[in-house]
T-cell receptor, first 111, second 114 residues
Framework: KQEVTQIPAALSVPEGENLVLNCSFT??????LQWFRQDPGKGLTSLLL?????REQTSGRLNASLDKSSGRSTLYIAASQPGDSATYLC??????????FGTGTSLTVIP | GAGVSQSPRYKVAKRGQDVALRCDPI?????LFWYQQALGQGPEFLTY????????KSGLPSDRFFAERPEGSVSTLKIQRTQQEDSAVYLC????????????FGSGTRLTVV
């Protein structure tokens, strides 16, 4: 089983701050990596998908990077808003048939 | 359909009861996955289908868990003789191909075994 670690486990920031969420994994032979957000009691919403051939992806205020050699991905959130409060999960896929989740980073943005 | 649909949304089962959870993937999606998410944890892989073929069931925790996708569309996850440790949210995801285009999740079924 692949190990996926997300740091920090929880984060509380004032509105407007830029922040970085970290994800590390044990196997550099990655197929792709997806970032999700999960609101309490809800399913997972896909945010960004990075293929193994890419170094980063951007969507609005979100930017995700991928460094295969070091087994790391980061999710950068610019100008955070209270609506960004949720749990953020990274999910690297190593075979294309199965993807593994970290335990997530719980983000609270304070108005 | 427009998204992945799971039913029921909530299920309360008495210990020892059998349950069946349904997943209706996005139309045309070849791959279908089941995940189990315990409270405060990330989702854990259970099983994977490509069309009607179950290609990986390594994550099923015991022989009480059984999944099927007989016609390559709707899938059912069945849990026999439920136990308290089966209480979790069961998530279904589908993908257009082998995951190259990412995965879309349903809202999940929250199972509580009492």
């Amino acid at each position: 089983k692949q190990e996926v670690t997300q740091i920090p486990a929880a984060l509380s920031v004032p509105e407007g701050e830029n922040l970085v969420l970290n994800c590390s994994f044990t196997d550099s032979a990655i197929y792709n990596l997806q970032w999700f957000r999960q609101d309490p009691g809800k399913g997972l919403t896909s945010l960004l998908l990075i293929q193994s051939s890419q170094r980063e992806q951007t969507s609005g205020r979100l930017n995700a990077s991928l460094d295969k050699s070091s087994g790391r991905s980061t999710l950068y959130i610019a100008a955070s808003q209270p609506g960004d409060s949720a749990t953020y999960l990274c999910a690297p896929a190593f075979t294309g048939n199965q993807f593994y989740f970290g335990t997530g980073t719980s983000l609270t943005v304070i108005p | 359909g427009a998204g992945v649909s799971q039913s029921p949304r909530y299920k309360v089962a008495k210990r020892g009861q059998d349950v069946a959870l349904r997943c209706d993937p996005i139309s045309g999606h070849v791959s279908l996955f089941w995940y189990q998410q315990a409270l405060g944890q990330g989702p854990e892989f259970l099983t994977y289908f490509q069309n009607e073929a179950q290609l990986d069931k390594s994550g099923l925790p015991s022989d009480r868990f059984f999944a099927e996708r007989p016609e390559g569309s709707v899938s059912t996850l069945k849990i026999q003789r439920t136990q308290q440790e089966d209480s979790a949210v069961y998530l279904c995801a589908s993908s257009l191909a082998s995951g190259a285009y990412g995965y879309t999740f349903g809202s999940g079924t929250r199972l509580t075994v009492v």
